[in-house]
């Protein structure tokens, strides 16, 4: 149980374009998602927390118009990076947290990571 | 906000030796410390976790430590082996502000047989 998908896994899109990537809860619903951004030989810095149903919150310096996210279910959010330039390309990874069947206290601090998304943009 | 603290940010040992990686926290609400370990492009995976109403904790090879007074904790494997080699990173969070983890630097650990 506990597990989280991303798609897709890799992307290479054109400078200006939009991508979108998603991030679903497979067999647990997550009342909370985290979207994090990782460079190459650095740690996972979190970009934004997101609640099903309402707007995400934003760490400071993370541009929320460039940055969309979307979390619109209790096993889906979405994040969109809007007019993307090569300095965004970057390693995406999503966790959710919420309760995992079969357990019945809820796990309320772990997360669920994803797999990733390896975005480059030319 | 919270801000997390990791070191070394590279460690070598031989095979069957221990392994020792430090992270201190500066926000004494922080009540949830894990430990990830990561391998090139995959996902983090957790390898154990620890609150802050216990002092320590231990699975097999692995334990980790906490001094809340001292706001840190660390992350102890013995008898280390080739396949312990990878990224390891601590975090912490507060529950009742959401979760949010708050990522360590990483320290690269290398086994050497």
């Known amino acids: 149980g506990a597990v989280v998908s991303q798609h897709p896994s890799w992307v290479i899109c054109k400078s200006g374009t939009s991508v979108k990537i998603e991030c679903r809860s497979l067999?647990?619903?997550?009342?909370?998602m985290f979207w994090y951004r990782q460079f190459p030989k650095q740690s996972l810095m979190l970009m934004a927390t997101?609640?099903?149903?309402?707007?995400?919150?934003?760490e400071q310096g993370v541009e929320k118009d460039k940055f969309l996210i979307n979390h619109a279910s209790l096993t889906l959010s979405t994040l969109t990076v809007t007019s993307a330039h090569p300095e965004d390309s970057s390693f995406y990874i999503c966790?959710?947290?919420?309760?995992?069947?079969?357990?019945?206290?809820?796990?309320?601090?772990?997360?669920?990571f994803g797999p990733g998304t390896r975005l480059t943009v030319l | 906000g919270e801000n997390v603290e990791q070191h070394p940010s590279t460690l070598s040992v031989q095979e069957g030796d221990s392994a020792v990686i430090k992270c201190t926290y500066s926000?004494?609400?922080?009540?949830?410390f894990p430990w990830y370990k990561q391998e090139l492009g995959k996902r983090p995976q957790l390898i154990i976790d620890?609150?802050?109403?216990?002092g320590e904790k231990k699975d097999q090879r692995i334990a980790v430590t906490l001094n809340k007074t001292a706001k840190h904790f660390s992350l102890h494997i013995t008898e280390t082996q080739p396949e312990d080699s990878a990224v390891y990173f601590c975090?912490?969070?507060?529950?009742?502000?959401?979760?949010?983890?708050?990522f360590g630097q990483g320290t690269e650990l290398s086994v050497k047989p």
């Open positions: 966790s959710a947290r919420g309760f995992v069947t079969g357990k019945s206290s809820g796990i309320h601090n772990e997360q669920f």
């Open positions: 067999d647990f619903q997550a009342t909370t």
């Open positions: 997101s609640n099903e149903g309402s707007k995400a919150t934003y």
């Open positions: 926000d004494s609400a922080s009540n949830y």
């Open positions: 620890i609150r802050s109403n216990v």
């Open positions: 975090a912490a969070s507060i529950h009742n502000q959401g979760g949010k983890l708050i």
